[in-house]
């Protein structure tokens, strides 16, 4: 059985409207964002990196319930008693959230291009979000990003849970999550773990131009983080909240910044 499912007015966005529903199950709305995709950034002229935010329809199986951003509660139902019972979609909403509020946008299948330059040679990486699963012990969501080497079989796998305010990343070797990058001003430095090594990080500035060598401008308000291990890497990064990672910078004189956004 087959049924329409009724829709609630939309939420967190005063201008965002639902156009139509089709019986064929297809969902339409107003893009009040006004962007559109995909956002290329290469040039050799300043730019100003576009930030965007996300839609998501999340469902509920009462208005007196909370709404569901995924299908985890639906997922893995053990056998359990003589009945048993699940609270199934009847009501969605949309919900936009501004990049304003999204320190590193979590968008299934989008990938980020990386202009790799290191002793003079040129290469290409690209950062993609693969999938993304429900913690049982924490109920946190974590996403799964892939980072691969253009014309080579090199991949790197992490795992990162993303908030407003920071990036988390889980411990290739030890499993435990530690805060990988963070917005607000300048802060004592903290550390955290990456492959079993231990990494000090401190917020630099809140700066609207990496001015390094290949490192392309921003008009918009960037975060310039520095990090050392105790083997004595030391880099810089820069996060853009709304977009990502946009630019890193090795002292080694290696650098890496974001050329092109593809979303699916």
């Known amino acids: 059985?087959?049924?329409?499912?009724?829709?609630?007015?939309?939420?967190?966005?005063?201008?965002?409207?639902?156009?139509?529903?089709?019986?064929?199950?297809?969902?339409t709305w107003s893009n009040s964002a006004g962007v559109t995709g995909p956002t290329d950034f290469?040039?050799?002229s300043?730019?100003?990196?576009?930030?965007?935010?996300?839609?998501?329809?999340?469902?509920?199986s009462s208005v007196t319930n909370e709404w569901n951003s995924n299908w985890q509660g639906l997922e893995a139902i053990y056998p359990k008693g003589t009945?048993?019972?699940?609270?199934?979609p009847m009501l969605f909403r949309l919900k936009y959230t501004p990049p304003e509020?999204?320190?590193?946008?979590?968008?299934?299948?989008?990938?980020?291009?990386f202009e790799d330059v290191a002793a003079g040679v040129t290469n290409h990486s690209v950062w993609q979000y693969m999938s993304s699963f429900n913690s049982p012990s924490s109920g946190q969501t974590y996403s799964v990003l892939e980072r691969s080497v253009e014309n080579s079989n090199l991949k790197a796998y992490y795992v990162a849970r993303i908030t407003a305010e920071a990036l988390y990343i889980v411990d290739n070797n030890s499993g435990i999550e530690g805060v990988a990058a963070k917005t607000g001003p300048e802060e004592q430095p903290?550390?955290?773990?990456?492959?079993?090594?231990?990494?000090?990080?401190?917020?630099?500035?809140?700066t609207n131009r990496p001015n390094l060598l290949g490192m392309p401008p921003t008009n918009s308000p960037a975060i310039c983080l520095e990090r050392r291990t105790a083997a004595g890497s030391h880099w810089y990064e820069w996060?853009?909240?709304?977009?990502?990672?946009?630019?890193?910078?090795?002292?080694?004189g290696s650098s890496e910044r974001l050329i092109s956004v593809l979303d699916p």
């Open 1 to 27: 059985m087959i049924g329409l499912l009724p829709a609630l007015r939309p939420v967190q966005a005063d201008d965002l409207t639902i156009t139509s529903i089709q019986g064929t199950g297809a969902l």
């Open 42 to 44: 290469i040039t050799s």
């Open 46 to 60: 300043p730019i100003a990196y576009q930030r965007v935010g996300s839609y998501a329809v999340e469902w509920t």
């Open 83 to 88: 009945n048993m019972m699940a609270g199934v």
């Open 101 to 113: 509020s999204t320190f590193w946008p979590t968008i299934s299948g989008r990938q980020l291009r």
């Open 190 to 206: 903290w550390t955290y773990y990456s492959n079993g090594k231990l990494v000090t990080t401190a917020v630099l500035a809140l």
């Open 239 to 252: 996060f853009l909240p709304g977009l990502g990672l946009v630019a890193m910078w090795d002292q080694d």
